[in-house]
């Protein structure tokens, strides 16, 4: 039998606007359009969607999993989060410039 | 023209044409909904089986709805009216009562048929009947994507291979003097037009033509040149074709209609 | 043994091979989910391609019985519900070949080796759906068992799978209410309704006790495949979670489950029963169901009937970009 394989295209739906788009699945489309056409009924048929994404798989360009260790953070990086600073609760500076630490 | 604002304000002959009304439109989508949902399972890929099943889910929605209308006018129950009719009683085309055919024909008539709901959509949208504009104007987003689907279907398929072209004008051809017959006159629309309820079939044909004209044009289809109208179905004469419809559609309904399911 | 045979196939050497399926193995004792660019034995591979994709193949199945009886589906509610459910198992069977292809077969291929019997599909559906009640006997214990199966499943290792198993619990939960409902109006209904509906269980019972597969007693290979976390219970751990969970509603009910032995046993908190006729299923899940050839026929009908669809949107699509026209 011939092989009448669709290209296969990544969906991505966004539920409200203001919301980022996520992924949701794939499907089998000719072209781009009809993968919007079937991708809205496969995807969004139940839940709130106000746009979708259709994007050709190998448009993605991903990384390696035997490189997820790139995604480790080798030394403390808590100075990048609000966590890693202690301020005190009320701030009252002297005259010479030190805070009250209370 | 003055808006009939509640269903209890239709009196005398404008009531009589818009229950008319109400029945060709809620027995076309019954039927068609019931003939597209022969395909969930068998179409030509997944992905386009579930697309066509949420249409047919969409038109059988549509139909529900004006049946939940015709019931506060006095009718019976949406579900008396859609199962337990004889097939005289039924106000739908010739068109949906045929059967499914291949992708092709289900295709171009769903497109043909969704043309002609867009058009009668738009203009009971501005209909002086305020309910009846009130839901119509709610499912024109349903019947955007429906036109969406189907040109984009119909652009691709009729331009694609000879094979496919081939097909697809034979579904024309055959499809179209049926899809004409929606537009069908009835005794009605002289006091529809009147009331400002809904436009004239006449000119909802010629709206409907200049719609689809161009997009078969696009998709190197040829309107059939002596296309006549097959009528019939609004006065309740249908092709054998619905009666054996019914007749599975009715199989449990009738086992016992008065029984809850 | 296995070891041996994925060592020979994947090229490496020994040692190589022994720390990547140490890997492997220390990464789903984590409770981390393979995903397809990973390395993996063979065997894994082949299991996976093999379970979803007689899962897909069920679905798509599934979908047969239940879809002859949305024409003659009684009430509104009913026909949109029926409609919409069988919409979901062809839904699902979309996702579940989608994540099949992910361990390489493109699905051109799943759905040919599907139609030419090459390819399984769930023992059930190759019975026929006779009556209406049916249609409310497997949307209640059927959905029921898959649910069983699924919730399981929906936690195991490879991470494609259980993705799509996430989607597709959650749109079973609909099926299982549309058919418990459906079950509860027929078995308060009248009484051509109540005697339809335990027709429809006492056919289906044997089938559904074979749902899950084989007896432990006599299933193979199942230890392997619950190290690598590709299954999570026995066959009968399921079982008795599906019997915990349904039997004492079908009671409820008034059904009479036609089977003499069932019975709850307080000592061992198992429920006892007959076992179903294990040759039975093995002929019928090898293509000797009393419908297979029909399901396969309706299968690839649907195939080779599309033929010319999906190569003339191929072509379309190569020929020239043609724009999506504005819906007004």
Redesign the interface.
């Known amino acids: ?6 290209p ?1 295209y990544e969906v991505f739906h966004q539920q409200a606007r203001g919301e980022p788009h996520m992924h949701v ?4 489309a ?2 781009a ?2 993968a ?1 056409i079937l991708g809205k009924e ?1 995807y969004c048929r ?1 839940q709130a969607c106000v746009n979708i994404w259709v994007v050709p798989h190998e448009a993605i360009h ?1 990384t ?3 490189n997820d260790d790139i995604f480790i953070r080798g030394t403390d990086k808590s100075y990048r989060e609000s966590w890693g600073y202690q301020t005190p609760k009320t701030v009252r500076a002297t005259d010479g410039g030190t805070a009250d630490d209370g | 023209m003055d808006k009939i604002e509640t269903l209890d304000a239709l009196t005398g002959a404008t009531r009589e044409a818009v229950v008319h009304l109400l029945y060709r439109m809620a027995d076309d989508e019954l039927i068609i909904g ?1 003939r597209n ?2 395909w ?11 697309a066509f ?2 249409m ?2 969409d038109e ?2 549509h ?2 709805a004006y049946y939940e209308i015709l019931h506060a006018l006095g009718e019976r129950d ?2 008396t009216l ?2 337990g009719r004889k097939p005289r009683e039924y106000r739908c085309a010739s068109l949906v009562c045929l059967p499914k055919g ?3 024909f289900s295709l171009i008539r769903q497109f043909l048929y969704d043309a002609a709901e867009q058009v009668r959509l738009t203009a009971l949208a501005e209909s002086s009947l305020v309910p009846l504009a009130q839901l119509t104007t709610k499912l024109r987003g349903e019947e ?2 429906h ?2 689907h189907g ?2 279907w119909v ?3 009729g ?3 000879t ?2 072209h081939a ?1 697809m004008q034979a579904a024309l051809d055959r499809a179209y003097p049926h899809a004409l017959g929606l537009f069908e006159p009835t005794e009605f629309d002289e006091t529809l037009a009147q009331a400002g309820v809904c436009t004239r079939e006449e000119e909802l044909q010629k709206q409907w033509e200049s719609a689809v004209a161009p ?1 078969l044009d696009d998709a190197g289809l040829e309107v059939p040149d002596s296309a006549r109208p097959v009528f019939g179905g609004r006065v309740g004469k249908h092709p054998p074709e619905l009666a054996e ?1 019914l007749n ?2 009715q ?3 009738s ?2 209609p008065a ?3 | 043994m296995v070891v041996a045979v994925d060592h020979e196939a994947s090229g490496l050497s020994s040692s190589e091979y022994e720390r990547k399926l140490a890997e492997f193995e220390a990464r789903i004792n984590r409770g981390e989910k393979i ?1 397809p ?3 993996m034995p063979e065997t894994y591979r082949k299991q996976l391609i093999r379970l979803i994709h007689v899962h897909a193949n069920s679905e ?1 199945c599934g ?2 019985p239940e ?1 002859k ?8 509610k ?3 519900a029926l ?2 459910k ?2 979901d ?3 699902h ?3 579940l ?2 994540a099949t ?1 992910t361990l390489g077969p ?3 291929q799943l759905v ?1 080796d599907l139609i030419s019997g090459r390819s399984k599909f769930s023992n059930v559906f190759h019975y026929p759906a006779e009556t ?1 009640a049916d249609v409310a006997i497997i949307a209640w214990l059927i959905d029921g068992a898959a649910i069983v199966n699924q919730v399981m499943m929906s936690e195991g290792s490879y991470g494609p799978y259980a ?2 198993l996430k ?1 597709i619990c959650y ?1 079973e939960a609909f099926h299982l209410k549309h058919g418990y409902e ?1 079950c509860c ?1 027929l078995a308060r ?2 009484k ?2 109540r005697a339809m509906l335990q027709d429809a269980l006492d056919r289906w019972w044997a089938p559904i006790m074979m749902f899950h597969g084989p007896s432990d007693k006599v299933s193979t290979h199942t230890e392997l495949l619950v190290r690598w976390r590709i299954k999570l219970k026995t066959n009968d751990e399921q079982r008795q979670q599906f019997l915990r969970q349904f039997v004492p509603k079908m009671h409820d009910l008034k059904l009479k489950v036609p089977d003499p032995s069932l019975r709850f046993d307080k000592k061992s908190q198992q429920w006892l029963y007959d076992d179903p006729d294990w040759e039975e299923f093995k002929r019928v899940v090898c293509g000797g169901g009393p419908v297979t050839a029909e399901r396969l026929e ?1 299968r690839r ?2 195939h080779v ?13 190569q ?1 020239r ?5 504005s ?2």
Not at chain 2, 40 to 50: K, R, S
Not at chain 3, 69 to 76: E, G, H, L, S, V
Not at chain 3, 305 to 317: H, I, N, P, Q, T
Request: no cysteine; proline share 6%; net charge negative.
């Open positions: 039998m011939t092989d009448t394989q669709w296969v699945g794939s499907i089998h000719p072209d359009d009809m919007l496969q139940r991903a390696a999993y035997e | 019931h949902s022969e969930t399972g068998h179409a030509p890929i997944l992905e386009a089986d579930i099943s949420s047919a889910q059988m929605g139909a529900q949406p579900d859609a199962f291949d992708w092709g955007k994507y036109m969406m040109r984009t652009l691709r398929l331009n694609a291979t094979e496919s097909k997009v419809l599975q559609m199989m449990v309904y086992i016992d029984a809850k399911w | 995903e660019a990973d390395w798509i979908a047969l879809g009886w949305i024409p003659r589906a009684p009430t509104f009913r026909k949109l409609l919409a069988v919409q198992e062809v839904g069977a979309q996702l070949y989608r292809e493109t699905r051109e040919e209406w993705r799509a989607r749109e459906m109006v209904g009248t051509v309704q309706a009908l649907a009937d599309g033929l010319w669809v999906r190569e003339a949107m191929v072509a379309a699509a020929n970009p043609i724009p999506m026209p819906p007004n």
